[in-house]
């Protein structure tokens, strides 16, 4: 159904080289839309470009540095196209008790996973809000529904981010910008299922909390975003949407 298409949009991907990010990414292209990825290793960011053809563009960048997103926005804007579709996917995670987690773990963390996604998205919004549309997607986490031990920094963060989407959402609205989330639940990933093998309790006890039981897979989360980006959400907005097979509804 055409309500679904992301034909002549332009989406901006934060980590679109792997993972989530990549599939999103796919996703996009196969919904129409032309989408400039970021990173932080141009290998893997030509990489996928080159796989995904001339609708996929990359720009190395690191969102931590927060003093560079400016000019990253202002180069797409001017030799790319508008954006009308952020996803604030790229983030990195840290498990480790949090006794022992220090002052400059904890915020190594929060400014990729929080201040970055602050700051890009209010450079976009700044583009987005004057020229009344675009959708903001943000990619949250299980972390930020409920307790999970050793991530207390990611944990952090996440939060955040969903408090991110509804402060930004109620500033937004009046220019028809959207802003929503995504809360993956254990999404079937080479770094998740090592993660989860050299812990069997705990492997266990999240499949246990699935209602689908299975393990969600990169495209279950990368669909939602094409949902949320297109017209087919015009009226969504200060949504987190889990998508994690019941697991946060698990008993």
């Not at 996803?87 to 996973?113: C, H, S, W």
């Not at 266990?204 to 949320?228: E, S, T």
């Amino acid at each position: 159904m055409s309500i679904f298409s992301l034909e002549g949009k332009l989406a901006l991907v934060t980590g679109g080289g792997t993972g989530i990010g990549l599939a999103i990414t796919r996703a996009f292209v196969a919904a129409g839309a032309e989408v400039v990825i970021t990173g932080r290793r141009e290998q893997v960011l030509a990489e996928t470009a080159e796989d995904l053809g001339e609708k996929v563009h990359y720009r190395v960048n690191d969102v931590c540095e927060v003093e560079s997103l400016p000019a990253l926005v202002e180069d797409i804007e001017k030799n790319i196209g508008e954006i009308d579709i952020l996803v604030n996917n790229a983030g990195i995670n840290q498990k480790k008790p949090a006794l022992e987690v220090t002052d400059e773990e904890f915020d190594r963390i929060i400014k990729t996973n929080l201040y970055g996604v602050f700051a890009l998205t209010r450079e976009v919004g700044k583009c987005m809000t004057a020229r009344k549309r675009g959708s903001v997607i943000m990619i949250s986490s299980m972390s930020a529904y409920y307790g999970i031990d050793r991530v207390v920094s990611y944990t952090a963060s996440k939060t955040g981010v969903e408090g991110l989407t509804m402060a930004f959402s109620s500033e937004f609205g009046k220019d028809n910008v959207r802003v929503n989330a995504i809360a993956p639940g254990f999404i079937e990933t080479a770094m998740m299922l090592k993660a989860m093998d050299s812990d069997p309790a705990r492997k266990m006890k999240a499949f246990d909390k699935i209602h689908l039981q299975r393990w969600g897979q990169i495209d279950d989360v990368a669909h939602a975003a094409v949902f949320l980006a297109s017209d087919a959400s015009a009226y969504i907005t200060s949504v987190s949407l889990p998508v994690d097979g019941g697991n946060s509804k698990g008993f």
